[in-house]
């Protein structure tokens, strides 16, 4: 995942809405998403196993991306095992509270958002410790190139999700699919944009995600994914496929 956006309780009636789009090899194999037992539902990194994005029947939200500034080392553990771990707890609070205790030389570099309808939060590893942050009632942006929570700072990827989100006056609407999805189609070159195509190095958005929990009448997780089909276009020709849900318990 590279480009991660949470709007945490700035909504009436969604405590969470999310709009995500990975990045990534455009011929890594992966799996969509799906119930992937005790409750957990993700799609699934078929190279290294895990995932980056998901959703369980507790409520919780997790999802991750890579920090392209902090150098890799290839015999850490997948960071994408992260996501299935904080998927497995009951409230966002028991998570983080586990994680940030974590030997932050485990991983390479990543931004970790762990979130419910209560508390957001964000883990932030650079291969050496993790630094650990309360997040609640904002939105937040988190890149591979940078994080940021208000529009005058942060990298100029997240300035643009910004202006998107202010020109369309987003926080004052209803977050549906047409609306959000306009935060992960913007154009630019390389890597200011949250569309992202570069098929001479094989790489671009390989697929998108927009997340909201519903409060409203059955609390439950309303789903959308969008998956490339194609290396020969960009993932906003693509179409989003039918809304999936996941009932809270």
């Not at 998901?54 to 890799?72: D, I, P, Y």
């Not at 970790?112 to 650990?132: E, P, T, W």
């Not at 208000?150 to 699919?177: A, Q, Y």
């Not at 997340?211 to 609390?219: F, G, Q």
Request: glycine share 8%.
């Amino acid at each position: 995942m590279c480009t991660l956006i949470v709007a945490h309780r700035l909504f009436d009636g969604f405590p969470v809405v999310v709009a995500a789009n990975r990045d990534e090899l455009l011929d890594r194999p992966s799996e969509l998403p799906c119930i992937r037992g005790a409750g957990i539902f993700a799609p699934k990194d078929l190279q290294r196993g895990g995932s980056w994005i998901g959703v369980n029947e507790q409520g919780v939200f997790a999802a991750l991306t890579n920090r392209s500034h902090v150098k890799s080392k290839p015999d850490r553990e997948s960071r994408g095992d992260l996501i299935m771990q904080a998927l497995q707890y009951g409230t966002a609070k028991s998570a983080f509270e586990d994680f940030r205790l974590f030997d932050g030389k485990r991983f390479n570099g990543f931004n970790l958002v762990i979130a419910d309808k209560n508390r957001m939060y964000l883990l932030r590893g650079n291969g050496v410790i993790i630094n650990s942050f309360l997040k609640s009632d904002q939105l937040l942006l988190a890149t591979n190139v940078g994080v940021a929570e208000v529009d005058d700072l942060g990298p100029d990827r997240c300035k643009n999700i910004f202006k998107v989100w202010h020109k369309n006056s987003m926080g004052g609407c209803e977050p549906t699919l047409e609306v959000l999805s306009q935060l992960l189609d913007i154009h630019n070159p390389y890597p200011h944009g949250t569309c992202i195509y570069e098929p001479s190095f094989n790489y671009g958005t390989k697929s998108s995600s927009v997340i909201r929990l519903r409060e409203v009448d059955n609390e439950e997780w309303e789903y959308w994914h969008r998956e490339r089909t194609s290396t020969e276009r960009h993932i906003c020709e693509e179409v989003f496929g039918p809304k999936m849900t996941v009932r809270i318990r």
